[in-house]
Every structure is written in C-alpha cells, then in structure tokens.
C-alpha cells in the first residue's frame, strides 16, 4: 500500500465510530530523543527545557512527539505543522482540525492515546499498585454508591477495583476538559452497569450520553476510555510493534 492510500485508509477508519488507541512503554531513551524533539513546537519545547530531571524531559519529548506523529499519520501532514492550542481548562485541541478528538495518559512507563472523530473523548492508564491511603481516597473521591460496592468486594479484590473505577472517572472529567477540578465523586459509575454514569455534573449533559469501556493492556494495569457518543468498538494499537 502506497503512503497516500495508507494515510486515506487511516482516515477512513478514523471517520467511523471506532476509538483508535495506541498504546505501550515510554523508553525515554537518547536514541530517538532528537526524533522527537524535532517535531515539537516551540511552546512545547520550552515546556521541556523546564525539566532539570533528564528522565522526566525525555519522558515529556517522547509522548508528545508519539502524539505529533500519531495526529500526523491520521491526518496526513507533516507532524510539526500541527497546532496544538488548549482551552479554557488546558484540554488540548486540534485549532485547524477541532472535529478530530484525542487524549493521552501515562503511569510511570505505560502511555495510551486516544483518537476518534466529533466526539468529547478522555482517556486514563494507571499502573495498579497497592497504597494504604486507598479507602482515604475512596471516601473523598467517590460517590455513596460507589463507596458501598467498594466496601463490599473481597479484601484481594479491592487494589484492582478502585483501580477500575478511579481510571474510569480519571476519562471522564479528561473527556469533559474540566480536570479533577470537576469534582470525582460528582461523576457516578453505576456499579451495577459498569459501562455507564448513574449521576455527571448537570452542566456536562445527560449521564446516559457517556459511554465507558475499559481497554485490556496486561496484568497490573488499568486503563479506561470515556466518550460522550456511542461507539462501535475500540481498535488497540501497539506502537512497540
């Protein structure tokens, strides 16, 4: 496949109702770090002279540059010429292309980007590990209903349970572009119906409108994408292949 019917064959897929998510492990490595920094704009490059920690700067190059050349092959133009600006809450968007949605997330080495056409979209990984300070935070952070299931499942169910439901609110108010600031415990998974919100904020619409679907990558990881449409499916790829 020649690369011009490759990037329309992209685009294709992309206009339908299939999330595309991307996925894998942030290498940080001196390799391919030009590779990425080349294709930054300026802001973004300023933002990464920001980091005195040289892991945290190459960590910071490598996801947005995988972002760049993600946007790039879907929207077949150079990854540098895309422009990035952010909104009010400091969502970022496409300013040329705003109907194509995207979002990413990372937990140490672990990365997903999210990218689907003319919907809201939020997506958040977290590597699951176990904390003392759990039910603190499941006291602050979720809702009467949710709190009760929590309390209920088995003692070895619960690191990998707050992990689900926690990841899940995480894409919420991501796919919002309001933040935590919204308020965790404000957007309501149905424990009983776990692909969808008992109660949201009522100025994000009707619960009812947001889709939940949790995404597989491997033991020990948790990762979860919110849309406010109905989506045919989700299509994993892994950029180490």
Not at 41 to 67: C, M, N, P, S, T
Not at 84 to 89: D, G, L, S, T, V
Not at 147 to 156: F, M, Q, R, S, T
Not at 183 to 209: K, T, Y
Request: proline content about 3%.
């Amino acid at each position: 496949m020649r690369g011009n019917e490759k990037a329309s064959e992209n685009i294709r897929i992309m206009n339908t109702d299939i999330i595309q998510i991307w996925h894998g492990t942030i290498v940080a490595d001196d390799e391919h770090y030009q590779n990425y920094w080349r294709v930054l704009d300026a802001v973004e490059q300023v933002q990464a002279e920001k980091f005195k920690h040289d892991l945290l700067r190459k960590r910071y190059v490598e996801v947005h540059g995988r972002l760049r050349n993600i946007l790039a092959q879907t929207l077949n133009m150079p990854p540098e010429k895309i422009s990035i600006k952010k909104a009010e809450h400091g969502k970022p968007y496409l300013a040329d292309n705003p109907e194509l949605a995207f979002n990413l997330s990372h937990s140490a080495n672990a990365l997903v980007i999210a990218v689907g056409w003319n919907c809201q979209l939020g997506v958040d990984v977290e590597c699951c590990k176990s904390r003392a300070s759990l039910a603190a935070l499941v006291d602050k952070c979720f809702a009467e209903e949710e709190i009760a299931y929590w309390n209920k499942l088995p003692e070895a169910q619960k690191t990998a349970g707050f992990y689900r439901f926690w990841t899940r609110k995480e894409a919420f108010v991501k796919a919002t572009g309001r933040g935590i600031g919204l308020g965790l415990n404000h957007c309501v998974i149905n424990p009983e119906n776990q692909a969808g919100f008992l109660r949201v904020p009522v100025d994000c619409g009707q619960a009812s409108m947001w889709q939940v679907r949790d995404i597989a990558l491997g033991r020990g990881v948790c990762s979860a994408l919110v849309t406010d449409k109905e989506i045919i499916g989700v299509r994993l790829v892994d950029f180490d292949l």
